[in-house]
């Protein structure tokens, strides 16, 4: 989630942690020039060069038991929230509506856009990931619904997303960077009206439309999505093209003043929020503790934000929902920088580093006090052993109490990995260990019922048949024949079902 002003997707891995003397050198090489953040420029190629691109990133280490719980979607929660936002936006625009032509307008159109163009924002962004949620169809329409109001593509921002999680505040590499260096103050106050960021997503959207997609989205959004982002954009320019012909034909704004402008008089919300973020912190670092920060703050700007201010978190583990982030910071917070406690002590920091960075774009904070003890996440059940002869038609990899109901294992036979799940007490299933899009181990994942999430991307796979089920995953994943015999379970790891080729690999729908 980001007000980036360049475009508009933190990954999680398991064995690798940058030291903090690394990542300060590779941040403050630099130099005093402007730096070049377009996708398909220098500093993207220098970025794959240097090895920050779809990098390994730190991660604190979690029991799988308690992941399990803390990765659980409630589509209770989530619609109670929703239809709480929804009927607050209805509100204030019944009241905006009838309070035309007396000044109350003034504070009930705020209250609105506020909601519209801001509070917008974590819903699209929790339901953009999949996590809100449980209904895969529900995160689906909310996120939709969030886009268009936020002048956001669907499929472009999703891809977009992506790449944010996968090489967050990686210049060159990351599409949503909301302070580029130098930073420029009158670029950041212009945008809290969207004056800037907006007209250029309009201008984007409709080049789009007429089927002209720039270098940078063609940089993350794979070729055969291509076609979809062109007919979400005509759809998008439609709507609003309709509004504004609703307008002209009436000679009154006020058609446009409840669709289309909330989303750049409203927007002031998202960037005071989305500003705490990463602002200020390190570029070109591999541990989120450096670029992103946690705020605590109040239960109703918690409610606004969907507890986003727990962003440093949301980093570290995407596929925890929103309302699990508190429980989820007080799990993990001994192994992170002290949060900010306040968005006054936040905008102090940020606007500190901004004037510095502003004069030096070089500059950077003090590095954080970081826990010398924290290791990197082990967070999956792990089974390590080595089979007579992997080929053979039965290979018996252990007993069948091994997991748990519900649970995934990973398990490395012979120098292979693979993830071992029991969706239910009288099914097993088996399956390549690593995920075919971010190559991140399954069994960090999350496993509902027979779908297994990628830790990662949320990405999502069925156990029985490897179908992708969810973006950003295309490729199918292998599968292996497994079975209860006694005690025990046997495998056919030599009877591995081959992903088709590339021109018959399913595109997921969602």
């Known amino acids: 989630m980001n007000a980036s002003p360049t475009t508009t997707g933190s990954t999680t891995s ?51 038991e308690r992941m399990q719980v803390l990765m659980a979607r409630s589509n209770g929660r989530a619609a109670f929230h929703t239809v ?6 209805a509100g204030s625009g019944a009241l905006a509506f009838q309070s035309r032509g007396h000044w109350w307008a003034i504070p009930a159109f705020a209250a609105y856009g506020a909601l519209y163009g801001g509070a917008a924002d974590p819903r699209w962004h929790e339901c953009g990931h999949g996590t809100a949620f449980k209904s895969r169809w529900a995160n689906d329409v909310v996120y939709t619904v969030a886009s268009f109001m936020l002048l956001r593509e669907p499929t472009m921002w999703r891809w977009s997303h992506v790449r944010h999680h996968s090489d967050t505040i990686i210049v060159g590499r990351d599409p949503e960077i909301s302070f580029p260096r130098p930073f420029k103050v009158r670029v950041v106050l212009a945008n ?20 002209s997609i720039d270098d940078d989205a063609r940089d993350f959004v794979p070729e055969d999505e291509l076609p979809r982002v062109v007919w979400e954009a005509r759809i ?8 504004i012909a609703w307008s002209v034909l009436i000679g009154s704004i006020v058609p446009l003043l409840f669709i289309g402008l909330p989303s750049f008089y409203g927007v002031w919300l998202l960037w005071f929020f989305a500003v705490t973020q990463h602002g200020g912190l390190r570029e070109d670092v591999l541990d989120h503790r ?28 995407p596929s925890v929902p929103y309302h699990h982030l508190p429980q989820l910071h007080a799990e993990i917070k001994h192994h992170l920088p002290p949060p900010k406690t306040s968005m006054f002590t936040a905008y102090r920091e940020i606007v500190f580093a901004l004037r510095r960075q502003h004069k030096d774009p070089t500059w950077e904070l003090p590095l ?14 792990k089974v390590t052993r080595d089979v007579e002869d992997p080929e053979a038609d039965a290979v018996d990899i252990g007993a069948a109490d091994m997991i748990e109901t519900g649970r995934i294992v990973r398990l490395d036979l012979n120098g292979r990995t693979y993830a071992l799940c029991r969706p239910t007490a009288d099914l097993y299933a088996l399956t390549d260990g690593l995920c075919t899009h971010g190559q991140t181990h399954l069994a960090e994942g999350f496993l509902d019922g027979c779908t297994i999430e990628c830790p990662k991307h949320n990405g999502r796979f069925d156990v029985r048949t490897g179908e992708p089920l969810r973006k950003p995953v295309r490729i199918p994943l ?25 021109a018959l690999r399913t595109t997921p729908s969602r």
């Open 236 to 243: 998008f320019v439609a709507v609003l093209a309709c509004v």
């Open 368 to 381: 954080p006090v970081l826990p010398a003890d924290a290791p990197t996440a082990v967070l999956s059940s």
């Open 290 to 317: 450096l670029n992103t920060r946690t705020v605590y703050i109040n239960p109703v700007f918690r409610f606004l934000y969907l507890n986003m201010n727990y962003h440093l978190e949301h980093h570290l583990f």
């Open 192 to 211: 809290y009206l969207h004056l800037l960021n907006g007209p250029a997503m309009l201008r984007r959207m409709v080049r789009h439309a007429f089927g």
């Open 14 to 64: 398991t064995s690798t942690t940058t030291s903090t003397s690394t990542a300060t050198s590779t941040a403050t090489s630099i130099g005093s020039a402007p730096r070049d953040y377009a996708l398909t420029g220098a500093a993207s190629r220098r970025a794959v060069q240097d090895g920050l691109a779809d990098a390994q990133w730190y991660r604190p280490a979690v029991s799988p």
């Open 84 to 89: 709480l936002w929804l009927a607050l936006l």
């Open 478 to 502: 292998a599968t292996y024949e497994i079975e209860r015999v006694g005690g025990r379970l046997v495998a056919r790891l030599d009877g591995r079902r081959v992903p088709p080729p590339p």
